[in-house]
């Protein structure tokens, strides 16, 4: 996780987490944002709720005005910047705690790519650095800014991924169930589901709005246009598999909704036969019941002799009832 080298780089530099070298063929750690290059490529990961980290950006001669104003900005809204040969922009992708890999909170990374220089910045720790910075560690060395925007979008991409996989896992075990007929799943469950993948998709949307915007900008370097596109289109069928899962917990909760539906149509079924049948009986009991004269069936065995006759009008009410087709 980030928070390990956080505590390691806030004594080395204004709000470094980690910084590398991109040389031939190797890497090498950068302890300090004002160090000299001793590479082609230098990607600087930095946490922007230090305050040495704005200062630095304010500062150095590295960024343009455009790229500063994009990280030092409180606005969390994905967009994107071309200024000469600067790209910057700004993604979402969730944040996460020091024992929480996943915690559901949308926090915006923010990107700026230079001819010699990659800077990533964010408030929170989120899930797409640890993953970058350990593909970084394994094999991974970006070679060009392009290449840095790749690695980090498939990055945000994966553990997107994660999410999705996770979703459509439970989703798949619901539907089991409704198929083996044991348990009917959690609805409040499935609304949470629904809520999150929605929160994925609307996240995606705008992804794929900025890399469309860029797309279009007539002054994006030629040397990253060609990883936006590829970029685009992978961005678009993850979304696509967002929908898919969406469209799957759709069919399982129409397919709740037609039992519950059906459920309450037998019940209802039973209650109005039930009530067909009793009501001559009410009505037979009622007559008796009356405090009147000259009252049939009042002598011995009226009692008797009453329940006959409700028992009758309630047997013929079940005939004339099974004669209409009332009881399937």
Avoid at 11 to 37: K, M, T, Y
Avoid at 187 to 201: G, K, P, T
Avoid at 294 to 320: E, K, M, N, Q, R
Wanted: net charge negative; aromatic share 4%; proline share 4%.
């Amino acid at each position: 996780m980030e928070q390990p080298h956080e505590r390691i780089a806030l004594r080395q530099g204004p709000g470094l987490i980690w910084g590398i070298d991109f040389a031939a063929g190797e890497r090498r750690d950068v302890d300090n944002c004002d160090s000299p290059h001793t590479g082609f490529l230098r990607w600087l990961h930095l946490n922007l709720a230090d305050h040495g980290t704005r200062l630095w950006i304010e500062t150095t001669p590295e960024l343009l005005p455009g790229a500063r104003e994009i990280l030092l900005s409180q606005d969390k809204h994905q967009r994107a910047l071309v200024e000469g040969e600067t790209v910057a922009c700004v993604l979402h992708d969730f944040e996460r705690d020091f024992d929480v890999r996943d915690t559901g909170r949308i926090g915006a990374l923010r990107i700026v790519l230079t001819p010699n220089l990659i800077v990533s910045a964010r408030h929170h720790p989120i899930g797409s650095a640890d993953i970058a910075r350990r593909r970084l560690r394994e094999s991974d060395i970006v070679t060009a800014p392009a290449r840095g925007l790749d690695l980090i979008v498939s990055a945000i991409l994966e553990n997107f991924g994660r999410v999705i996989g996770s979703l459509s896992a439970e989703v798949q075990v619901a539907e089991d169930a409704l198929v083996e007929e044991r348990q009917v799943p959690n609805s409040h469950r499935l609304m949470d589901i629904r809520r999150r993948l929605a929160q994925l998709h609307r996240m995606l949307e705008g992804m794929q709005s900025v890399f469309r915007r860029l797309e279009l900008d007539q002054d994006l370097p030629g040397t990253i246009l060609p990883t936006v596109e590829k970029l685009s289109q992978r961005v678009h069928g993850v979304d696509g598999d967002i929908q898919s899962v969406m469209s799957q917990l759709r069919a399982v909760r129409d397919e709740i909704n037609d039992q519950s539906n059906l459920r309450m149509n037998q019940n209802l079924y039973i209650l109005s036969v039930m009530t067909a049948l009793l009501l001559p009986t009410t009505l037979v009991t009622g007559i008796f019941g009356m405090n009147t004269g000259d009252l049939p069936l009042t002598g011995h065995g009226g009692t008797i002799g009453a329940s006959l006759i409700a028992a009758a009008f309630a047997l013929a009410t079940y005939v004339f009832l099974r004669g209409r087709g009332f009881f399937r």
